[in-house]
């Protein structure tokens, strides 16, 4: 005998991508670790990592010498060996490894595999090994996230000619964002928010933020978040925030730091 089961569609839940700045991953608290639990009862949730100080004081203590060009690392071939090291390594290691103790299913992810990010050279003459991103190829992130599992991705990508490259956090995690159709990304960082005079600016738009950097009042590594922010802006994506990581990240908290749209009108839930 066969028993109709009724067929109960339950709608995926929407994918959350959260940037977790190199500024903060050495402050975050238990809370905020817990924090991924409770946005995991509501988002799909994708962790795109940085980790440029710890990458300066490993280079420091090595004796390599660091360049940036307009906040982005010239990249040797020594010096990619111990962005590897680091982003690939220990920092991937320790952040899932604080959520697995909390009991959350998270995976590392290497964004140069699995064709995830596919990358061209920004700029070798003057970057070397660095990469933008070409394409994004979402299929891993989204079996995971099917599967229950939270990918921890560490921002490098692979070039046609099979070459590593590293990638700015910022740019990857807006590049993730707009591939797997995110309905909000965050960037979550050292700093309240965009300030300006001190204050927190509690919500911009694109044109402002030109504005903005051409006065110099944003600046360093300010600037890639708000750029990449922009880019991944879209009708699915109405909203990019800028938050601080000093707080565990609840869901009523969205509302805090700097909240940035196509156009101005009120934050909305
Ligand atoms: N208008 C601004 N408001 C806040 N921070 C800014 C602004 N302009 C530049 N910054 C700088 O951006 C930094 C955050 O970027 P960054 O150091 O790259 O952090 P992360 O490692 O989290 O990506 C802040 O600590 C601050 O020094
Ligand atoms: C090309 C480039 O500059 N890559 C960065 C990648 C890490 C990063 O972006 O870390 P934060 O988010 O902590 O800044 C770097 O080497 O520092």
Known sequence: MTTSKSMQVTEPKPVIVIKLGGSMLDQLTDDFYNSFQDLQKHYQVIIVH?????ITRLLDQLNIEGEFYDGLRKTTP???????????GSVNG??????????MK????????????????????????????????????????????????????????????????DVAAG????????????????????????EILALTTPEEIEGMIDQGTIYGG???????????????????????GKKPLMEGDMLNGTSIRAKRKEPVE
Do not use: C, W
């Not at 020594?78 to 690939?88: A, C, K, Q, S």
């Not at 320790?94 to 009991?103: A, E, Q, R, S, V």
């Not at 991103?133 to 599967?147: F, I, S, T």
């Open 175 to 198: 590049a993730i964002a707009t591939a797997v159709g995110a309905e909000k990304l965050l960037y979550v960082t050292d700093v309240p928010g965009i300030l300006v005079e001190d």
């Open 94 to 103: 320790k952040i899932t490894g604080h959520l697995m103790k909390k009991g």
């Open 106 to 169: 998270a995976v590392g992810v290497k964004g140069s595999e699995a064709s995830l990010l596919q990358a061209d050279y920004l700029d070798k003459e003057n970057l070397g090994l660095v990469g933008e991103v070409r394409d994004v190829n979402p299929a891993l992130l989204q079996k995971l996230l099917n599967e229950g599992y939270l990918p921890v991705v560490a921002p490098f990508g692979r070039t046609d000619d099979h070459q590593t490259v590293n990638i700015n956090a």
């Open 222 to 244: 300010m600037i890639p978040k708000v750029h990449s922010a922009t880019e991944a802006l879209s009708d699915h994506l109405e909203e990019v925030k800028i938050v601080s």
């Open 50 to 54: 940085g980790g440029g100080p710890a």
């Open 78 to 88: 020594e010096t990619l060996e111990v962005v590897e090291m680091v982003l690939g």
